[in-house]
Protein backbone atom coordinates (compact mmCIF):
# COMPACT_ATOMS: atom_id res chain seq x y z
CA UNK A 1 0.00 0.00 0.00
CA UNK A 2 1.54 3.23 -0.70
CA UNK A 3 2.05 6.06 1.87
CA UNK A 4 0.40 8.82 2.94
CA UNK A 5 2.78 11.45 1.60
CA UNK A 6 3.55 8.75 -2.26
CA UNK A 7 1.81 9.76 -5.43
CA UNK A 8 -0.43 6.93 -6.19
CA UNK A 9 0.81 5.24 -9.07
CA UNK A 10 -2.61 4.92 -11.90
CA UNK A 11 -3.34 3.65 -14.28
CA UNK A 12 -5.44 5.02 -17.08
CA UNK A 13 -7.37 3.21 -19.65
CA UNK A 14 -9.22 5.21 -22.78
CA UNK A 15 -10.10 4.32 -26.17
CA UNK A 16 -9.62 8.26 -26.76
CA UNK A 17 -6.00 9.49 -27.14
CA UNK A 18 -7.46 13.01 -25.95
CA UNK A 19 -9.35 11.16 -23.31
CA UNK A 20 -5.88 9.67 -21.47
CA UNK A 21 -4.05 12.66 -21.90
CA UNK A 22 -6.86 15.05 -19.87
CA UNK A 23 -7.46 12.18 -17.15
CA UNK A 24 -3.80 12.02 -16.88
CA UNK A 25 -3.60 16.11 -16.19
CA UNK A 26 -6.47 16.03 -13.78
CA UNK A 27 -4.95 12.92 -11.98
CA UNK A 28 -1.51 14.33 -11.35
CA UNK A 29 -2.14 17.88 -10.28
CA UNK A 30 -1.36 18.42 -7.48
CA UNK A 31 1.66 15.76 -6.99
CA UNK A 32 -1.45 12.97 -5.42
CA UNK A 33 -0.83 10.81 -8.37
CA UNK A 34 1.60 9.97 -11.02
CA UNK A 35 0.31 8.07 -14.13
CA UNK A 36 2.51 5.00 -14.78
CA UNK A 37 0.68 3.63 -17.90
CA UNK A 38 -2.19 4.19 -20.19
CA UNK A 39 -4.16 1.66 -22.23
CA UNK A 40 -6.96 1.89 -25.10
CA UNK A 41 -8.77 -1.15 -24.14
CA UNK A 42 -9.08 -4.08 -21.00
CA UNK A 43 -7.34 -6.21 -23.27
CA UNK A 44 -3.88 -3.60 -22.92
CA UNK A 45 -4.96 -2.68 -19.61
CA UNK A 46 -4.90 -6.50 -18.17
CA UNK A 47 -0.90 -6.58 -19.24
CA UNK A 48 -0.29 -3.14 -18.15
CA UNK A 49 -1.99 -4.27 -14.60
CA UNK A 50 0.80 -7.08 -14.68
CA UNK A 51 3.01 -5.23 -15.80
CA UNK A 52 3.30 -1.80 -14.01
CA UNK A 53 0.94 -3.08 -10.82
CA UNK A 54 -0.78 -0.17 -10.11
CA UNK A 55 -2.67 0.90 -6.84
CA UNK A 56 -5.71 2.00 -8.77
CA UNK A 57 -6.80 2.05 -12.58
CA UNK A 58 -9.47 4.53 -13.85
CA UNK A 59 -11.49 2.94 -16.69
CA UNK A 60 -13.80 3.41 -19.90
CA UNK A 61 -16.74 1.18 -19.60
CA UNK A 62 -17.62 1.04 -23.57
CA UNK A 63 -14.29 0.20 -25.28
CA UNK A 64 -13.20 -1.63 -27.81
CA UNK A 65 -11.66 -5.41 -28.20
CA UNK A 66 -12.64 -5.95 -24.28
CA UNK A 67 -14.77 -3.82 -22.78
CA UNK A 68 -14.48 -2.28 -19.04
CA UNK A 69 -17.10 -4.88 -17.07
CA UNK A 70 -15.43 -8.13 -18.67
CA UNK A 71 -12.15 -6.31 -17.49
CA UNK A 72 -13.73 -5.57 -14.14
CA UNK A 73 -14.32 -9.34 -14.41
CA UNK A 74 -11.38 -10.45 -14.96
CA UNK A 75 -9.19 -8.46 -13.13
CA UNK A 76 -10.91 -8.87 -9.91
CA UNK A 77 -10.75 -12.73 -10.17
CA UNK A 78 -6.60 -12.44 -11.16
CA UNK A 79 -4.95 -9.49 -9.69
CA UNK A 80 -7.63 -7.55 -7.36
CA UNK A 81 -7.02 -3.73 -7.89
CA UNK A 82 -8.91 -0.23 -7.20
CA UNK A 83 -10.87 0.65 -9.73
CA UNK A 84 -12.13 4.25 -10.45
CA UNK A 85 -14.70 3.91 -13.74
CA UNK A 86 -14.64 6.95 -15.20
CA UNK A 87 -16.98 7.62 -18.65
CA UNK A 88 -19.44 9.72 -20.47
CA UNK A 89 -21.79 6.42 -20.52
CA UNK A 90 -23.24 5.66 -17.70
CA UNK A 91 -27.19 4.90 -16.95
CA UNK A 92 -28.04 4.14 -13.68
CA UNK A 93 -27.91 0.29 -14.34
CA UNK A 94 -24.75 -0.08 -15.80
CA UNK A 95 -22.84 2.27 -13.05
CA UNK A 96 -24.63 -0.45 -10.55
CA UNK A 97 -23.53 -3.48 -12.72
CA UNK A 98 -19.94 -1.90 -12.56
CA UNK A 99 -20.08 -1.50 -8.74
CA UNK A 100 -21.63 -5.09 -8.80
CA UNK A 101 -18.52 -6.14 -10.34
CA UNK A 102 -16.03 -4.60 -7.94
CA UNK A 103 -15.40 -0.88 -8.76
CA UNK A 104 -14.93 1.25 -6.18
CA UNK A 105 -16.69 4.28 -7.42
CA UNK A 106 -18.14 5.76 -10.93
CA UNK A 107 -17.71 10.05 -11.96
CA UNK A 108 -19.14 11.03 -15.08
CA UNK A 109 -16.95 12.73 -17.59
CA UNK A 110 -18.87 16.48 -18.27
CA UNK A 111 -19.86 17.02 -21.49
CA UNK A 112 -18.82 20.53 -23.08
CA UNK A 113 -16.66 22.79 -22.14
CA UNK A 114 -17.31 24.41 -19.39
CA UNK A 115 -14.51 25.23 -17.49
CA UNK A 116 -16.36 25.27 -13.98
CA UNK A 117 -17.80 21.86 -14.75
CA UNK A 118 -14.02 20.44 -15.62
CA UNK A 119 -12.67 21.99 -12.75
CA UNK A 120 -15.65 20.20 -10.59
CA UNK A 121 -14.61 17.10 -12.42
CA UNK A 122 -11.12 17.18 -11.41
CA UNK A 123 -12.09 17.32 -8.01
CA UNK A 124 -14.12 14.63 -7.77
CA UNK A 125 -11.05 12.57 -9.66
CA UNK A 126 -8.65 13.78 -6.62
CA UNK A 127 -11.31 13.12 -3.80
CA UNK A 128 -11.45 9.53 -4.60
CA UNK A 129 -7.77 9.28 -4.86
CA UNK A 130 -7.90 10.00 -0.88
CA UNK A 131 -10.45 6.77 -0.58
CA UNK A 132 -7.63 4.42 -2.42
CA UNK A 133 -4.95 5.31 -0.03
CA UNK A 134 -6.97 3.59 2.73
CA UNK A 135 -7.17 0.52 0.91
CA UNK A 136 -4.86 -2.65 1.48
CA UNK A 137 -4.86 -4.87 -1.65
CA UNK A 138 -4.24 -8.95 -0.65
CA UNK A 139 -1.85 -10.56 -3.17
CA UNK A 140 -1.77 -14.39 -3.37
CA UNK A 141 1.41 -14.57 -1.61
CA UNK A 142 -0.40 -12.79 1.34
CA UNK A 143 -3.14 -15.24 1.25
CA UNK A 144 -1.16 -17.91 2.25
CA UNK A 145 0.39 -16.43 6.06
CA UNK A 146 -1.08 -18.33 9.07
CA UNK A 147 -3.71 -16.56 10.66
CA UNK A 148 -3.00 -15.86 14.65
CA UNK A 149 -3.99 -17.90 17.15
CA UNK A 150 -7.39 -17.68 18.12
CA UNK A 151 -8.41 -15.36 20.94
CA UNK A 152 -9.14 -16.76 24.27
CA UNK A 153 -13.29 -15.86 24.60
CA UNK A 154 -14.01 -14.46 27.88
CA UNK A 155 -16.39 -15.95 30.32
CA UNK A 156 -19.79 -16.21 29.09
CA UNK A 157 -21.87 -13.12 29.56
CA UNK A 158 -25.53 -14.09 31.41
CA UNK A 159 -28.27 -15.53 29.54
CA UNK A 160 -30.86 -12.79 27.61
CA UNK A 161 -33.69 -13.03 28.37
CA UNK A 162 -36.96 -14.95 26.82
CA UNK A 163 -37.65 -13.10 23.65
CA UNK A 164 -34.83 -10.55 23.48
CA UNK A 165 -34.32 -9.28 19.95
CA UNK A 166 -30.70 -10.85 18.44
CA UNK A 167 -28.64 -8.38 16.02
CA UNK A 168 -26.65 -9.46 12.99
CA UNK A 169 -24.43 -6.88 11.71
CA UNK A 170 -22.62 -7.70 8.47
CA UNK A 171 -19.97 -5.86 6.86
CA UNK A 172 -18.67 -6.01 2.98
CA UNK A 173 -17.18 -4.09 0.25
CA UNK A 174 -15.82 -5.01 -3.03
CA UNK A 175 -17.44 -8.10 -4.30
CA UNK A 176 -20.33 -7.42 -1.61
CA UNK A 177 -23.32 -6.17 -3.34
CA UNK A 178 -24.04 -9.62 -5.06
CA UNK A 179 -22.75 -11.24 -2.41
CA UNK A 180 -25.45 -10.00 -0.22
CA UNK A 181 -28.22 -10.36 -2.69
CA UNK A 182 -27.04 -13.90 -2.61
CA UNK A 183 -26.97 -13.95 1.28
CA UNK A 184 -30.07 -11.84 2.31
CA UNK A 185 -32.33 -13.67 -0.77
CA UNK A 186 -31.65 -17.19 0.94
CA UNK A 187 -32.68 -16.26 4.91
CA UNK A 188 -35.65 -17.71 6.15
CA UNK A 189 -38.76 -15.37 6.25
CA UNK A 190 -39.65 -15.91 9.96
CA UNK A 191 -35.79 -14.91 11.08
CA UNK A 192 -36.09 -14.18 14.55
CA UNK A 193 -33.43 -11.40 14.26
CA UNK A 194 -32.57 -7.60 12.68
CA UNK A 195 -30.01 -8.15 10.47
CA UNK A 196 -27.69 -4.44 10.22
CA UNK A 197 -25.33 -3.89 6.36
CA UNK A 198 -22.48 -1.71 6.46
CA UNK A 199 -21.16 -2.10 2.73
CA UNK A 200 -19.19 0.29 1.46
CA UNK A 201 -21.19 2.27 -1.33
CA UNK A 202 -20.74 5.62 -2.26
CA UNK A 203 -24.08 7.32 -1.04
CA UNK A 204 -26.27 7.87 -3.96
CA UNK A 205 -26.74 4.28 -4.57
CA UNK A 206 -27.42 2.68 -1.01
CA UNK A 207 -31.00 3.17 -1.06
CA UNK A 208 -31.11 1.66 -4.63
CA UNK A 209 -29.18 -1.27 -2.87
CA UNK A 210 -31.57 -1.79 -0.13
CA UNK A 211 -34.36 -1.80 -2.79
CA UNK A 212 -32.96 -4.31 -5.06
CA UNK A 213 -32.27 -6.12 -1.86
CA UNK A 214 -35.84 -5.89 -0.60
CA UNK A 215 -37.39 -7.22 -3.91
CA UNK A 216 -35.19 -10.60 -3.80
CA UNK A 217 -35.81 -10.86 0.12
CA UNK A 218 -39.01 -12.25 1.51
CA UNK A 219 -37.85 -9.98 4.60
CA UNK A 220 -38.09 -6.19 4.90
CA UNK A 221 -34.68 -4.46 3.47
CA UNK A 222 -34.38 -0.28 3.54
CA UNK A 223 -31.81 1.89 3.87
CA UNK A 224 -31.49 3.19 7.40
CA UNK A 225 -32.91 6.42 9.00
CA UNK A 226 -31.87 8.08 12.21
CA UNK A 227 -33.71 6.70 15.06
CA UNK A 228 -35.28 3.13 13.08
CA UNK A 229 -36.22 0.27 15.55
CA UNK A 230 -34.98 -3.06 15.32
CA UNK A 231 -37.54 -5.62 15.13
CA UNK A 232 -37.09 -9.70 13.66
CA UNK A 233 -37.07 -9.64 10.20
CA UNK A 234 -35.98 -6.26 9.42
CA UNK A 235 -33.11 -5.41 7.62
CA UNK A 236 -31.42 -2.52 7.48
CA UNK A 237 -28.36 -1.04 5.01
CA UNK A 238 -26.25 1.82 6.06
CA UNK A 239 -26.38 4.97 4.27
CA UNK A 240 -23.67 5.71 1.64
CA UNK A 241 -22.85 9.03 3.33
CA UNK A 242 -22.92 8.55 7.06
CA UNK A 243 -22.01 5.37 9.61
CA UNK A 244 -24.32 3.42 12.00
CA UNK A 245 -24.24 2.81 15.42
CA UNK A 246 -26.73 1.20 17.52
CA UNK A 247 -28.24 2.34 21.19
CA UNK A 248 -31.12 0.64 23.78
CA UNK A 249 -34.32 2.86 24.28
CA UNK A 250 -35.73 1.27 27.12
CA UNK A 251 -36.17 -2.39 26.16
CA UNK A 252 -36.09 -1.34 22.60
CA UNK A 253 -33.15 -0.94 20.10
CA UNK A 254 -32.79 1.41 17.55
CA UNK A 255 -29.87 2.74 15.12
CA UNK A 256 -28.40 6.41 14.89
CA UNK A 257 -27.19 7.63 11.24
CA UNK A 258 -24.22 9.43 12.46
CA UNK A 259 -21.55 11.75 11.05
CA UNK A 260 -18.03 10.26 9.98
CA UNK A 261 -15.54 10.74 12.56
CA UNK A 262 -12.34 11.51 12.32
CA UNK A 263 -10.98 8.18 13.72
CA UNK A 264 -13.17 6.33 11.16
CA UNK A 265 -10.77 4.40 8.68
CA UNK A 266 -13.93 4.18 5.86
CA UNK A 267 -17.09 5.31 5.58
CA UNK A 268 -19.26 4.11 5.95
CA UNK A 269 -17.36 2.22 8.94
CA UNK A 270 -18.13 -1.24 9.51
CA UNK A 271 -15.79 -0.85 12.38
CA UNK A 272 -17.76 1.99 14.26
CA UNK A 273 -20.91 0.08 14.12
CA UNK A 274 -19.54 -3.40 15.01
CA UNK A 275 -18.16 -1.64 18.11
CA UNK A 276 -21.59 0.24 18.81
CA UNK A 277 -23.22 -3.17 18.78
CA UNK A 278 -21.06 -4.99 20.70
CA UNK A 279 -21.45 -2.52 23.80
CA UNK A 280 -25.17 -3.06 23.51
CA UNK A 281 -25.49 -6.47 22.44
CA UNK A 282 -22.53 -8.70 24.45
CA UNK A 283 -23.49 -12.24 23.53
CA UNK A 284 -26.71 -11.00 21.34
CA UNK A 285 -24.51 -10.17 18.28
CA UNK A 286 -23.32 -11.91 15.48
CA UNK A 287 -20.74 -10.16 13.26
CA UNK A 288 -19.88 -11.23 9.78
CA UNK A 289 -17.26 -9.98 7.47
CA UNK A 290 -17.62 -11.18 3.77
CA UNK A 291 -15.68 -9.75 0.85
CA UNK A 292 -13.33 -6.50 0.38
CA UNK A 293 -10.38 -4.79 0.08
CA UNK A 294 -8.90 -3.04 3.07
CA UNK A 295 -9.45 -3.75 6.83
CA UNK A 296 -12.00 -2.91 7.87
CA UNK A 297 -14.22 -5.02 10.50
CA UNK A 298 -10.57 -6.13 11.72
CA UNK A 299 -10.69 -3.80 14.92
CA UNK A 300 -14.53 -4.72 15.46
CA UNK A 301 -14.87 -8.17 15.51
CA UNK A 302 -12.02 -7.35 18.38
CA UNK A 303 -14.44 -5.77 20.12
CA UNK A 304 -17.57 -8.04 19.50
CA UNK A 305 -15.26 -11.21 20.69
CA UNK A 306 -14.11 -9.47 23.96
CA UNK A 307 -17.90 -8.44 24.80
CA UNK A 308 -18.61 -12.26 24.24
CA UNK A 309 -20.44 -11.92 20.79
CA UNK A 310 -19.99 -14.33 18.08
CA UNK A 311 -18.15 -13.46 14.95
CA UNK A 312 -17.57 -15.38 11.47
CA UNK A 313 -16.06 -14.53 8.14
CA UNK A 314 -16.63 -15.39 4.61
CA UNK A 315 -13.97 -17.94 3.17
CA UNK A 316 -11.26 -17.44 0.58
CA UNK A 317 -12.74 -19.85 -2.04
CA UNK A 318 -16.16 -17.42 -2.27
CA UNK A 319 -14.71 -13.94 -1.29
CA UNK A 320 -13.99 -12.26 -4.32
CA UNK A 321 -11.65 -10.34 -2.47
CA UNK A 322 -9.92 -12.02 0.24
CA UNK A 323 -8.85 -8.64 2.22
CA UNK A 324 -11.53 -8.02 4.83
CA UNK A 325 -12.01 -11.38 6.14
CA UNK A 326 -7.84 -12.15 5.86
CA UNK A 327 -7.59 -9.10 8.27
CA UNK A 328 -10.70 -10.54 10.13
CA UNK A 329 -8.93 -14.09 10.32
CA UNK A 330 -5.66 -12.78 11.41
CA UNK A 331 -6.61 -11.10 14.66
CA UNK A 332 -7.75 -14.35 16.23
CA UNK A 333 -10.76 -13.54 17.10
CA UNK A 334 -13.21 -15.06 14.12
CA UNK A 335 -15.14 -18.30 15.41
CA UNK A 336 -16.12 -19.27 11.78
CA UNK A 337 -14.55 -19.39 8.71
CA UNK A 338 -17.72 -20.21 6.30
CA UNK A 339 -18.21 -19.92 2.34
CA UNK A 340 -20.73 -17.72 1.72
CA UNK A 341 -23.73 -20.78 0.80
CA UNK A 342 -23.49 -21.78 4.57
CA UNK A 343 -23.69 -18.11 6.12
CA UNK A 344 -27.61 -18.23 5.84
CA UNK A 345 -27.36 -21.40 7.87
CA UNK A 346 -25.06 -19.71 10.74
CA UNK A 347 -27.62 -17.00 10.88
CA UNK A 348 -30.45 -19.10 11.27
CA UNK A 349 -29.06 -21.00 13.93
CA UNK A 350 -27.65 -17.67 15.54
CA UNK A 351 -31.32 -16.22 15.77
CA UNK A 352 -32.71 -19.44 17.04
CA UNK A 353 -30.07 -19.50 20.01
CA UNK A 354 -28.71 -22.69 19.02
CA UNK A 355 -24.85 -23.41 18.70
CA UNK A 356 -22.82 -22.12 15.83
Not at 41 to 48: I, N
Not at 308 to 324: D, Q, R
Request: hydrophobic share 45%; net charge neutral; glycine share 10%.
Amino acid sequence: MPSLAAPLRVLVVDDSAKGREELTLLLEEGGRARVVARAQDGDEALKAVFEHAPDLVTMDLVMPRMDGFTFLRILMNRRPTPVLVVTAHATRETQWKALALGALDVVEKPSGTDPGTHRAFGDELRKRLERVRQLRVVGALERGRPPLPMEKRPEPTPAAPPGALRVVAIGASTGGPPALQQLIKALDPELGAAVVIVQHMPPRFTRTFAERLDRASALDVREAGDGDLLRPGLVLVCPGEASLELERDGDRLKVRVVAPSATDRYTPSIDRFFKSAAEVMGADLLALVLTGMGGDGGEGVRVVRAAGGATAAESHETAVIFGMPEEAIATGCIDNVVPLGRMGELISRFARRAPI
